[in-house]
């Protein structure tokens, strides 16, 4: 499932990619969640993920505060830090881009409002296949804060696997709206 999603999103045509991140970022924006939020959690996304860029300068545009992680693969956890400019950040393992410790301010994951949680696959009731590293699932065994998907209608199925220690997001963003976990 993992590497045919992964080939969908590669082979969007880029004007499509491109209208679908506009969708995007549109109604994440207008979202109640967003516009309670004061600390947005986000990746930078790189290569055939929906673009974060375009996000993240509207958070800093509203002045709010962008935290952005770091993956710490000898203790498989991940954490974040404060990004006030894109030269904070360094190109590490698998093409990524992270903030440098040295030049951020690291957060406690309680002081993030909103958790936008990367995934290539969602099912409707906000459980995620993720890109395989189990960061964020440990990350989110104790998110007390809101938490949502960004994803084209396409990654959004009726079901997917799940084990006990999955932890839906609250809601998944589509190019055509809002979906919310239960409700969907």
Not at 39 to 55: D, L, S, Y
Not at 97 to 106: A, D, G, M, Y
Request: with cysteine; aromatic share 10%; charged share 25%.
């Amino acid at each position: 499932m993992r590497k045919g999603a992964m080939e969908e999103l590669k082979n969007i045509p880029d004007n499509q990619r491109r209208q679908i991140e506009q969708e995007l970022k549109r109604h994440l924006t207008v979202s109640d969640a967003w516009q309670s939020a004061d600390r947005v959690g986000i990746t930078v996304a790189k290569g055939f993920e929906w673009n974060t860029e375009p996000i993240i300068d509207a958070a800093w545009q509203e002045g709010k505060t962008v935290c952005v992680p770091k993956c710490f693969p000898d203790e498989r956890k991940l954490n974040f830090f404060i990004l006030d400019t894109y030269d904070q950040l360094e190109t590490v393992y698998h093409g990524l881009l992270e903030p440098k410790p040295s030049e951020t301010v690291r957060v406690n994951k309680q002081d993030i409002d909103l958790l936008i949680v990367p995934g290539l696959l969602f099912d409707k009731g906000g459980f995620r296949i993720g890109f395989g590293g189990g960061y964020y699932d440990r990350f989110l065994t104790d998110f007390p804060n809101q938490k949502l998907s960004l994803a084209g209608s396409f990654q959004v199925v009726e079901n997917l696997p799940s084990e006990s220690y999955d932890i839906p997001v609250d809601s998944i963003i589509t190019e055509q709206g809002m979906l919310h976990q239960g409700g969907m």
